[in-house]
Structure formats: structure tokens, C-alpha cells
């Protein structure tokens, strides 16, 4: 190993390491180190450096940032820091000239081994990255409005682990999926954390197998500024980052956004007891929060600690992020892990005007990217309805369990399912929100599948190791009459209407839909509710046993939500007529064909809209739509008025028929015996559209 002095004094901005043609500029912020080593390494597994640089605190140093500019190295040179200072944990002071340390601010890690971050083998080493070399032809983001967004759940790896694909488990592999998102009619793809992180941070073994768990879902940071190697076809030299350039490119060439999920509210670092391998080791007391004995870490996260947002150095690293994703990786917007823990203060205290939110709303060079808060947090915050302002959209949990619980039958939840259908203004319209910043879902990554929420009515979560004692009980589920897989043709039918049931709700509700990648071909995980450690089938997409009735129920349901601007207001119902001349842009019945009198009780929902309301509604007239939600357990004759005039009633879904006439696609419809009733099976959903009479007789 040679040592070298200090030669080129370098700058302190930016942060990082920064390619030029003559060589490498680093920097790196600490406040309280007392001396810096840089070190270059050959080779992805070496433990001992080829070369380092010992920085000097007067010549290499501008206020808390340490640089230096190394000549004759370029893109792909592999470094890591050591930083010497006071070990003191009682003052949160962690400083160890033994640790290796990730830069902050690398934008690849090696990535194609098991990690060793307690310094008893190999460390993942930070790659020097130039991004000069990628042609992004005329790429930009998407913009795709928020209402007329389709959002798709899903895991980078998990889509092609399983399956005929020429680059399973990778950015690549995502490629061959894009004529089948097409066809699917996303807008947007919302991937789980693609930033690098441990994938053998834990220790837990598979009961059965005796193999150690992965961590799956990857809510665990190690690198913010850098894409998971390991979903690389080749990850040798930082080509992750080539690689997911190239995903983001061709997606937005055929039209779907790219949302990353990400992670500001905790890192792999954990709690005390966790390893040091970058923050901890270059400002633990600041990065972090700790309690007031200074060795151990405020865990508003759940995960073990809590990253101080709102300290400025932080705020500043994560608008630094933000932009960096924007502006040299394309995506088009992120969902926030968490995000109740960005409001919190320095102290944990809740702060609706939160610094680091504000900035990030107001960011100029975040303008109009996609910004999703997960609004709540492992410490009891639960923002829904009142996290931030316009600019943030929220995922709206109530949502989630009010369908479901419609749909299951429970008593006394019409009114709070007509609500969610509405848009959610009870919750959004008091914060001067719109509906489509409320993020509606079923299901989502961390949960049921549909299938499994009809197929499950309790966890079953025994392969993670934890004696199923992990996850949440609260699923809202049914079973459908027998647990778990069946081929009992009643009870498959069932589950198969219920799936559609909740579907067809979902995308035809005011606000934004948020579909569970899978869900539309049936994809069960076999009542896990939790497969963060889950690298396998269990997790993974089965497209061999695909469901093509629910895939193409699912399908045509998007598609025709797109096509109605009906379902995709700028506004909330008013319930009035304000035209005078019109039906209410809104009005529930009883299946009787009565409005509805909110003070009874019912399991049976209707309601009509007004889609010719081109003031209020959308941009364009649309159709009227006629809607009959049916949760009892019996057949419902519901009853109701004719079409406007000049026009009929004909049924567009019917989810108790069989396939193809339980949605007919665009164009074609299905007649009614009358125009004043129809009969609504139990556990079903019909919607019947007005069409002009002369198109009827078509």
C-alpha cells in the first residue's frame, strides 16, 4: 500500500466525488473528525488499499468539508474513508480509524457479494461515477397529471425472478415487461427501494430451509445516491447506473413514469448495536437522533433509528438527493417511506411546517415531480388528509379499509365506503387538497395480495422466522369460506368476483389508483403479510399461473377509467345541481331507487353520476354512469330512473358474469331486460353507462 501526502487541495463543492478530465475531485462533510484518509482500491473484494491520501485539517479543509483533488483517475475508481477522532458514545461521538466508510454521496457501490460491514471481511467499496458518457436522446420526465395517473406497485427483481426472461431479477429484465405494462394501461410504475442497501443485514434463519433471510423490500439505505447493484445484469464498474438510465429511458419512450420509494427516515446503520459504516463513523450525533444519553437512537422508524431530517446538513443531503435523481437519472417522482418522520423536528416533535418538507415542495428543480408521502410513522404519527401542502400527495389508508370492510360486509361502513368512492373530502378538502392527492389502494407491498385477502382470514407468516408473530392482524380479510388455496369451484368463483369487486371500485373512485403489482394476475404469497425477507417464489411473480380472467377483467377496468374523465375530476362532488338544467354532479341511492338516508343502515350502495358536466367535471362532457354496489350475501333488485333523455342505460360491468361478460371493452356493451331495474347479484358491482339510443340500436 502506498501512502501519500496531500498534493492537490481540491474544492469543497460539490460533494462527492467529482470526474474531471485530469482526475477526481472528493469531499466529504464531517464536523468532528480530526484527521481524514482517503483510500483507492483495485479490485471489488481487496480489504487493503492500493493507495491512500492522509488529508490535512489546515490545507485540505474548508469549514466541516474535507476535499482533495486526486490527479490521473477517472470513472470506475473504487475508495473508501477512514476517519479518526474522539470514540466517546456517551457524547455521540463514533469515530474509529479503523472503520471503513462509505461516501454519502457515491453514486454506485460494489455490489456482487455478500457485504461484511463489522470489518471482519469484505466492505462494499464506493465507485467514482461519470455520467458524460450516456446518451439520453430527448428524455425528460413524464409529467403525467396526478388525476389521470395510473400507479403500479411493484419490485424490481420480483417482476422477472420467476418466468421466461432473458435478464431475470434486474433493471434490464424490466424492459421485456413494457409491451405487457402497456397493454395493461399503467401510467406509472412506483418501484420499492432501488437505492443500495445490505441484502444480508440480518441474521434470522428460514425455519425450514436453515438459509439466513434476505432483506427483500430493501427499506434499509445504505447509499442514497446509488441504484442496487445486485439488480445489474453486470455491475462490474458502476454499470447499475448505466443500466437503470436505459430502464428509465425506454419506459418513458412507451409512456410510464418511473416513482422510486425511498427512504429518508432511517438507514441500515440501525440502533448501538449496529455497524458503523458511513454516517455513524462521519457524524453520528448530527446524521441522527439520539436520545439524551447520546448512546442510543430515538427509533421513530421502527427499523432501529431515526435520520435527523431537519437538521440543515441533512435537509440539504436530501434535497441534494432529490435533485440528483431528477436531474441525472430521470425519474419522474418518489413515494416517501414513512414521511410522518420528515415533520419531525430535531427533538421528534411533530411540526406541520416542517423544514426539510417545505423544501422539498418548494424546490424549484422539484417542481413538478411526483412527490407521495407515506403519512404516518412507527411512533404513533398518523397525518392522513393533513400532510403538508398541495404539492404532496398522501396514501390514504382509510381508503384501504373502509372498501374493504364494505366489501366484506361489515355493518355499518356504506357511508364511509361512499365517502372513499367520492374522493375523500372529509379528509382532503379542509387542507385546500384535490382528490387525486388521495392515493387510493387495497393492497400494497407490505400486506395481502387480493388474492390472498380473499383467501386468507388470518396471516400466515411462519416462513420468516418470528413464529408468525410479525405483521400486521388487523388484514380486514375474508376468506370466502375455506382458508387458504382450494380448487372448490364456489368458493374460487367467489374470491374471483371479489377481486373484481374491489377492483372495479378502486378505478372507479375520485383520486388516485394504486394497484399491488400482481394483483391483476391473481398473485398469491400464500398469506404472508409481511415478505420483506422473502427473496423467492413466495415473493416473486408467478406468470405461468396467471389468472387471465382477472388480467383481462383488470385490463379493460383501467383502460375504461382512462377513457371517462368522469372518474378522474380535478375536483370533489359538490352533490349539487348547479346548472339548473341537469342532474347533481352526484346523487346516492338506496337499491330501491330512493336517495339515500345516511341515518340508516344499509349494505347496499348506488349512486349516479353526471358526466356531461364539462365545468366541473372534467375537460370534456362524458357519459352518465350508473353504479350498484351489492355486499349483502342475497340478490338485490336494484331499482332506478331512465337514462337522460335521447339516451339508455346499458351495462358496461357485471362482475357476477363470466368472463368476457363481466366487463364488456370499449365500444361494446350488454342490454337490459328494462331501463328502470336490474338485478345485482350477491357480492357484485354493475355499472351501467348512457349511451345515445341511435348507438344503442347500433
Not at 69 to 94: C, E, R
Not at 174 to 194: A, M, Q, S
Not at 363 to 385: C, F, M, S, Y
Request: one cysteine or more; charged letters at 25%; proline letters at 4%.
Amino acid at each position: 500500500m502506498k501512502k501519500n501526502s496531500c498534493k492537490y487541495l481540491g474544492s469543497a463543492l460539490p460533494l462527492g466525488a467529482t470526474i474531471t478530465n485530469e482526475g477526481i475531485n472528493f469531499s466529504i462533510f464531517s464536523r468532528n473528525a480530526k484527521s481524514v484518509v482517503l483510500n483507492f482500491f483495485k479490485h471489488e473484494k481487496d480489504n487493503i488499499p492500493s493507495q491512500s491520501y492522509t488529508l490535512d485539517p489546515i490545507k485540505n479543509k474548508t469549514g466541516d468539508i474535507w476535499h482533495i483533488f486526486i490527479k490521473g483517475v477517472s470513472h470506475g475508481t473504487l475508495y473508501l474513508y477512514q476517519m479518526d477522532g474522539q470514540w466517546d458514545p456517551d457524547n455521540g461521538l463514533l469515530y474509529d480509524k479503523n472503520n471503513y466508510l462509505i461516501d454519502p454521496y457515491t453514486k454506485a457501490l460494489t455490489d456482487n457479494f455478500i457485504w461484511d460491514l463489522h470489518g471482519n471481511g469484505t466492505m462494499p467499496k464506493s465507485i467514482a461515477i461519470c455520467h458524460g458518457d450516456f446518451n439520453w436522446e430527448d428524455d425528460k420526465p413524464l409529467n403525467i397529471p396526478m388525476k389521470n395517473s395510473v400507479i403500479y406497485e411493484a419490485h424490481v427483481a420480483g417482476l422477472t425472478k420467476n418466468g421466461n426472461f432473458k435478464y431475470p431479477g434486474t433493471y434490464m429484465g424490466v424492459l421485456e415487461l413494457i409491451p405487457y405494462f402497456k397493454d395493461l394501461g399503467i401510467t406509472t410504475i412506483e418501484f420499492l427501494p432501488i437505492f443500495a442497501f445490505d441484502s444480508f443485514e440480518g441474521s434470522r434463519k428460514h425455519p425450514k430451509t436453515g438459509k439466513t433471510l434476505e432483506n427483500y423490500w430493501g427499506y434499509s439505505t445504505s447509499a442514497f445516491f446509488a441504484p442496487k447493484g445486485m439488480y445489474a445484469h453486470n455491475n462490474s464498474g458502476g454499470n447499475q447506473v448505466t443500466e437503470f438510465k436505459q430502464m428509465v429511458k425506454e419506459l418513458h419512450k412507451n409512456g410510464i413514469e418511473v416513482v422510486l420509494d425511498v427512504v429518508f427516515n432511517h438507514t441500515g446503520e440501525g440502533n448501538q448495536d449496529g455497524p458503523i459504516y458511513s454516517f455513524k463513523g462521519i457524524e453520528n450525533s448530527l446524521y441522527y437522533m439520539l436520545e439524551r444519553d447520546k448512546r442510543n437512537y430515538k427509533n421513530y422508524s421502527g427499523c432501529g433509528n431515526t435520520f435527523n431530517c431537519n437538521n440543515p446538513i441533512v435537509s440539504d443531503f436530501i434535497i441534494d438527493c432529490l435533485r440528483y435523481w431528477v436531474t441525472e437519472m430521470h425519474v419522474d417522482g418518489f413515494r416517501f417511506d414513512l414521511a410522518s418522520i420528515l415533520a419531525r423536528d430535531e427533538n421528534g416533535q411533530l411540526n406541520e411546517n416542517a423544514t426539510i418538507i417545505r423544501r422539498i415542495g418548494d424546490d424549484p428543480v422539484l417542481r413538478n415531480t411526483k412527490l407521495i408521502a407515506e403519512p404516518w410513522d412507527a411512533a404513533g404519527a398518523h397525518q392522513t388528509g393533513n400532510f403538508s401542502n398541495q404539492r404532496w400527495a398522501e396514501w390514504n389508508d382509510r381508503y384501504r379499509d373502509d372498501i374493504r370492510q364494505f366489501w366484506r360486509g361489515d355493518s355499518s361502513y356504506f357511508k364511509r365506503a361512499a365517502t372513499r368512492i367520492a374522493g375523500s373530502s372529509d379528509m382532503f378538502s379542509h387542507s385546500n387538497k384535490k382528490p387525486f392527492h388521495s392515493i387510493n389502494f387495497i393492497t400494497a407491498h407490505d400486506g395481502f395480495t387480493l388474492m390472498d385477502l380473499m383467501s386468507y382470514s388470518n396471516k400466515n407468516n411462519f416462513d420468516n422466522g418470528e413464529d408468525n408473530r410479525d405483521g400486521s392482524n388487523n388484514n380486514l380479510s375474508h376468506n370466502c369460506g375455506i382458508e387458504g388455496y382450494t380448487d372448490d369451484p364456489i368458493v374460487t368463483k367467489l374470491r374471483v368476483k371479489q377481486i373484481k369487486n374491489h377492483l372495479a371500485t378502486l378505478l372507479i373512485s375520485q383520486g388516485t389508483p394504486m394497484i399491488l403489482g400482481g394483483d391483476e394476475i391473481g398473485r398469491t404469497k400464500g398469506g404472508n403479510n409481511n415478505t420483506y425477507c422473502q427473496n423467492n417464489e413466495i415473493s416473486w411473480f408467478d406468470w405461468k399461473n396467471s389468472n387471465e380472467e382477472i388480467l383481462r377483467f383488470t385490463k379493460i377496468m383501467i383502460n375504461f377509467r382512462k377513457r371517462h374523465p368522469a372518474f378522474q375530476r380535478p375536483d370533489f362532488y359538490t352533490g349539487l345541481d348547479i346548472s339548473n338544467n341537469s342532474l347533481a354532479d352526484i346523487t346516492w341511492y338506496t337499491y330501491t331507487g330512493h336517495e339515500m338516508n345516511w341515518n340508516e343502515e344499509h349494505k347496499c350502495l348506488a349512486f349516479i353520476i353526471d358526466g356531461s358536466r364539462k365545468e366541473i367535471a372534467a375537460e370534456k362532457d362524458d357519459n352518465d354512469f350508473y353504479v350498484m354496489l351489492n355486499s349483502t350475501s342475497q340478490k338485490m333488485q336494484f331499482v332506478f330512473s331512465n337514462a337522460p333523455k335521447n339516451k339508455k342505460w346499458v351495462v358496461k360491468i357485471d362482475t357476477a358474469n363470466n368472463s368476457p361478460l363481466d366487463i364488456y371493452p370499449k365500444g361494446e356493451f350488454g342490454d337490459l331486460p328494462t331501463q328502470t331495474s336490474y338485478t345485482v347479484d350477491a357480492k357484485s358491482l354493475v355499472l351501467l353507462e348512457s349511451i345515445p339510443i341511435e348507438d344503442g340500436n347500433k
